[in-house]
């Protein structure tokens, strides 16, 4: 009854383990969950109250697909003065983040054809390119370089059978930058080898220690052949709108428009006020989000370097933390051993790849109260 393209995929970890502390709750147990990355703040009241305004209006109907023509008009202007990206709004698709990824990769990958990706990285990514009948080829990243994707390391992995490069910067899960030199270099082997570019840049404005975000679409040529993915989830704290946008050259566009048409049409009419509420007006709540990202991180640092078995990468944006343990454990093994005797719920590395074996995933888009109390479980379980 089951179609064989879904025996190419596994189930998520992170939602795997987000479940699993969800049911030991239900049974009473004490869990402090670092597993899922989604702010506990709530979404900023002026964006609340523009989507209620929109349904108070009455503005429940259908959309064209690709979403309400104002919020394009504004996501083309964020983008070009932020991140330089040469775009107008008839560029930009309104899409739940997560499904543009899927359509951006449906709509590019041939059978067969392959998708160098980062490793590790966000758990989609490959689900995504093995259902569209594509083969992910992992690029090792490493501590010792800052999780970074090197263009070195890409150029060994092309193929002729390579047709997509897939960044992710700020990263999930290891909160790794892509430098300028890295955008350039991996920006060349795109040009030299007429390859597609899929950025996605969803934790682009939670960034520390002035460090910089940098767009692939603005460097030089790269806009025909890059499509960028961003959204309203991680910087205006809405995961559960499920909204986002695509950034595409024409003829990218119109093949993922396609898949959108399709599937779900267009992105909940209502709510597409809400994000353009957010993304024209106050952005001070969004500072302020990122100042306490950066509070906790500074909290998670601090407590990981008082546990002798943890050893961590200090993370320059994004809100996780990718520390590697001294112990012959399995990533997937430990994290259930800390679920049961800590109370204490991570995600284990190699949910996010092979490299990511004997690391943990810590999310800290959690208070400084359940941050100091988890690390302090870990410390006592670990040692």
């Not at 590790?120 to 992910?136: D, Q």
């Amino acid at each position: 009854m089951i179609a064989e393209r879904i025996n190419r995929v596994k189930e998520s970890g992170t939602m795997k383990m987000k479940e699993l502390a969800g049911q030991k709750k239900a049974e009473g147990k004490d869990i402090i969950s670092f597993t899922v990355g989604e702010p506990d703040f709530d979404t900023p009241k002026h964006i609340v109250e523009a989507a209620k305004k929109a349904l108070d209006e009455g503005k429940t109907r259908y959309l064209n697909a690709a979403g309400l023509p104002e919020l394009r008009e504004a996501i083309a202007r964020s983008s070009k003065t932020a991140n330089g990206i040469p775009c107008d709004a008839s560029n930009v698709m309104v899409a739940p983040s997560k499904h543009a990824i899927f359509e951006t990769i449906m709509a590019t990958v041939n059978e067969g054809e392959e998708v160098i990706l980062p490793n590790p990285a966000w758990v989609s990514y490959e689900p995504a390119t093995a259902l569209a009948g594509g083969r992910a080829v992992p690029v090792t990243t490493k501590e010792e370089n800052e999780w970074r994707v090197l263009p070195e390391a890409v150029a060994e992995l092309i193929t002729p059978k390579t047709k997509m490069i897939l960044l992710n910067s700020p990263s999930n899960p290891c909160g790794s930058i892509a430098t300028k030199d890295d955008i350039k270099g991996i920006a060349d082997l795109a040009k030299d080898h007429d390859l597609v570019v899929l950025s996605d840049e969803v934790y682009e404005k939670i960034v520390f220690d002035g460090h910089k975000h940098y767009s692939i679409a603005a460097e030089p040529e790269m806009f025909d052949r890059t499509v960028t993915i961003s959204g309203f989830s991680k910087t205006y704290a809405m995961t559960g709108w499920r909204m986002g946008w695509l950034i595409a050259p024409k003829p990218l566009f119109k093949a993922v428009n396609k898949i959108q048409q399709h599937s779900i049409t267009h992105v909940t009419t209502f709510a597409q006020y809400g994000g353009l509420a957010g993304l024209v007006g106050s952005q001070e709540p969004v500072n302020a989000m990122v100042n306490e990202f950066k509070e906790r991180r500074d909290l998670v640092m601090k407590l990981i370097g008082e546990i002798p078995q943890l050893h961590c990468d200090v993370p320059k944006g994004a809100f996780y933390a990718f520390p590697r343990y001294d112990n012959p454990m399995k990533s997937e093994e430990m994290a259930l051993h800390l679920m049961d005797k800590a109370e204490v719920a991570v995600t284990g590395g190699a949910a996010f790849g092979e490299a990511g074996e004997q690391h943990l995933r810590i999310s800290y888009a959690t208070s400084k109260e359940n941050i100091a109390k988890g690390l302090e479980r870990l410390k006592n379980a670990l040692a």
